[in-house]
């Protein structure tokens, strides 16, 4: 008969599980984020105004970026109006209730924008919004 010793073994909780949790979250949302950041070009000023709604990305919006020098580009491919107004007659075509949204630099001429709107125009896209930022007063 085995004798009793007066020490009792603590139960002890294993953490690994919830840390391997933790970072599977972690490298989740970063991979999620990089999908978004690849729409959004740095180099491209947006204008300022004193009062905006806040945009809301559907999945089916084209970003189109209109850079200062009036160089387009959607989804970092650059394109030409010609080019442009093609892709988005077929999106079109594909999705008649398609939306554009448009973020052209503040320090280039907006002629670039209009040639756009244009376009979309052409095209019968009536869903275009102009991006923008909004001004900070401190």
Known sequence: ?????????????????????????????MVGTQFTEMERQYDIKLP??????PLTNL??????????D???????EKKSLEDLESFLKTA?????GQSVVIR???TGPY???????????????RSVSLANRLRDDS
């Open 59 to 68: 999945p089916d919006d084209i970003i189109v970026n209109v850079q200062q």
């Open 48 to 53: 300022t105004v004193t009062d905006a709604k």
């Open 70 to 76: 009036g160089q387009i580009s959607i989804n970092g």
């Open 1 to 29: 008969m085995p004798l009793k010793t007066g020490t009792v073994e603590e139960p002890k909780l294993d953490l690994t599980p919830m840390i391997d949790i933790v970072f599977l979250l972690i490298i989740f949302f």
């Open 111 to 125: 002629q670039n924008v209009m040639n756009i709107l244009e376009i979309c125009h052409r095209v019968k896209i």
């Open 92 to 96: 079109t075509q594909n999705f008649p």
């Open 104 to 106: 052209g630099d503040s």
